[in-house]
């Protein structure tokens, strides 16, 4: 079983930055995509943004100019740095490995509170 780690979530202030990172164990395929994923309280969940092996990023509408996606070559991991961070923010972040359509692997998530 693959497992998905995520880290780096965290309480930070309005307008401030967190850098997420995901890890997943599997190291004999490379996933085709890996994505960071986010659930507010009552809501959801939603993709944020998502990194192909070939380093194709695609963005959700929020996420768009202030975070940005990476993956260092064709490794099974996933950063996500977050700039001028909003309450809207405010969810628990999962990472997601994708090697093919029967293979999707979640990590259990991390929690990012953005607040005064």
């Known amino acids: 079983q693959v497992q998905v780690v995520e880290s780096g979530g965290g309480l930070v202030q309005p307008g401030g930055s967190l850098r997420l990172s995901c890890a997943a164990s599997e190291t004999r395929l490379i996933a085709i995509v890996m994505g960071w994923y986010r659930q507010a309280p009552g809501k959801e969940r939603e993709l944020v943004a998502a990194v192909t092996v070939g380093g194709h990023t695609s963005y959700s509408e929020s996420a768009k100019g202030r975070f940005s996606i990476s993956r260092a070559g064709a490794k099974n991991t996933a950063n996500l740095q977050m700039n001028n961070l909003t309450s809207e923010d405010t969810a628990v972040y999962y990472c997601?490995?994708?090697?093919?359509?029967?293979?999707?692997?979640w990590g259990k998530g991390t929690l990012v509170t953005v607040s005064s």
């Open positions: 997601n490995a994708k090697f093919d359509p029967a293979r999707i692997y």
